[in-house]
């Protein structure tokens, strides 16, 4: 364990619907579910205003319309995550070059790789609070919740300690006080099955999971979890921050705003996942040769799982295919925490003979080049950015019988009119290329 409270944890505040907030100045202060909009579909991300109303990530989103029949149901931007995302792991590199990103919205930085610094706990709470105001100021109003600890699991314990919208220091030496009133759900790794194991051992609080012995858990849980379960009960954890590196390759990935055990839904995620790494494959004009499936458990261990195909691929059914096998040979009933998909051995041309896999007729996912792309979307989802040739920037309010409604909007311009078009309307297009439209969203941290 460190001596001081270097490890900071930064969780952007419900993420994907504030910046749907910010960008969308009519839902301000209104509750705001973000998330698939079908009939399957689940909440990835609801405002806290939503959450008054028990709306929470990976609930069935028809259960989110009855518990909140006046939120704004929005299918997501992928792209303006990602742009957000960026400008906020940017200045989290200019603390430390040791930075861990989980999510788009959520990381860890070792500020002890850093230049040389008193690292006191005054010193730590005023750059966090600097942090703070440099990354609203920065991403036009996005907020996030700041934990600093001697370890990973302290610093994302004070994180939530701090939510929403603020900074906790858990200085060096309380940990363990600091940790034993709270639920034993709070542990990473300790979700509704293991709570259910541990809570027929008596366990309420971490204080509970503490009178227990290392033989005790690995004898209910197994040798790894039960022996890591006891050590972060203690307030134990000597795991490094450790950057991604980059590689040769194409994924998405999505953190859980809470553990996810249903097998169905996760592979739901995982297709669409597919989906999207494989329209940024097209687009580079390159094809695959490897898939591969990442996980992340509850308890931040990760597990990686690859097939290498014989060939390579540009179409979305094989690496969907293949990815969904994956997910198939891992027990997910205890939940996960991150669900990633990715391509690899990345080719300019096709190889032959095609997969050993039973797939939809071959072919490319996108129009050929020399075809004229359309700007307007099949169905136009609620939420997504467009434009038209007379009213400007707006957004997708709702379509449907022919018509689609639009506000005419923008984060600079305050609540903007509403107008209503033929869904054919000329005039009327898509503000993003059809390779970076909007999609549903997998469950993701807030």
């Known amino acids: ?9 930064l969780d952007l505040d419900a993420f994907f619907a504030a910046v749907e907030q910010r960008d969308k100045p009519s839902l301000r202060g209104k509750p705001v579910i973000v998330g698939g909009v079908g009939l399957r579909g689940v909440v990835s991300t609801a405002s806290y205003e939503a ?31 990602r742009q957000a995302s960026a400008v ?23 500020l002890a790789a850093g230049p040389a610094r008193a690292l006191d706990d005054e010193w730590l ?39 929403p ?20 759900r709070a542990i990473p790794g300790v979700g509704p099955a293991t709570m259910e194991r541990l809570t027929k051992l008596g366990v309420v609080t971490i204080a509970d999971l503490r009178e227990l012995s290392a033989a005790e858990l690995v004898r209910e849980l197994g040798k ?25 390759s194409i994924s998405m990935e999505d953190t859980f705003e809470h553990d ?49 195909l014989n060939g390579a691929t540009d179409r979305v059914e094989v690496v969907a295919q293949v990815a969904k096998a994956l997910l198939d040979g891992l027990d997910v009933s205890q939940g996960v925490r991150l669900l990633g998909v990715g391509v690899s051995g990345l080719v300019e041309v096709a190889q032959e003979p095609l997969f050993d896999l039973e797939v939809a007729a071959p072919g490319r996912v996108v129009e050929e080049a020399e075809a004229p792309v359309s700007r307007r979307p099949l169905t136009w989802l609620p939420g997504a950015d467009v434009v038209h040739a007379e009213f400007g920037p707006g957004w997708v309010w709702g379509s449907g019988l022919g018509r689609v409604t639009v506000r005419f909007e923008t984060a ?9 078009f033929a869904a054919d309307d000329p005039e009327l297009a898509s503000a993003v290329p059809p390779d970076g439209a909007v999609e549903p969203m997998a469950p993701a941290a807030g």
């Not at 919208?165 to 034993?184: C, H, Q, S, W």
């Open 260 to 308: 996810v055990a249903d097998a169905e839904v996760l592979a739901g995620v995982a297709e669409r996942h597919a989906a999207k790494v494989v329209s940024r494959l097209v687009k580079a004009g390159m094809f695959a040769r490897t898939v591969t499936l990442k996980v992340r458990w509850p308890d931040f261990s990760s597990v990686s799982r690859s097939r290498t």
């Open 1 to 9: 364990m460190r001596t001081t409270a270097s490890i900071l944890h």
């Open 165 to 184: 919208n603020g900074v906790r220091l858990v200085t060096p030496g309380t940990e363990a006080d600091t940790i034993a009133v709270l639920p034993a």
């Open 224 to 248: 790894a979890s039960g022996e890591h379960l006891h050590e972060l009960a203690s307030a134990r954890d000597d795991r490094a921050v450790e950057p991604e590196r980059e590689t040769k």
């Open 51 to 81: 959450r008054v109303f028990g709306v929470g990530s990976a609930m069935p989103m028809h259960e989110a319309r009855k518990r909140c029949p006046n939120a704004a149901f929005l299918s997501g931007r992928f792209d303006a995550y």
């Open 88 to 110: 906020v792991m940017g200045l989290l590199r200019e603390l430390s070059p040791l930075i861990e990103p989980l999510s788009l919205d959520e990381a860890f930085v070792d």
């Open 125 to 163: 709470l005023q750059l966090a609070a600097q942090l703070r105001v440099r990354l609203t100021e920065a991403t036009g109003g996005l907020t996030a919740s700041v934990g600093l600890g001697s370890s990973k699991f302290m610093a994302k314990v004070a994180s939530e300690l701090a939510k």
């Open 412 to 420: 600079a311009t305050g609540p903007g009119p509403v107008r209503t």
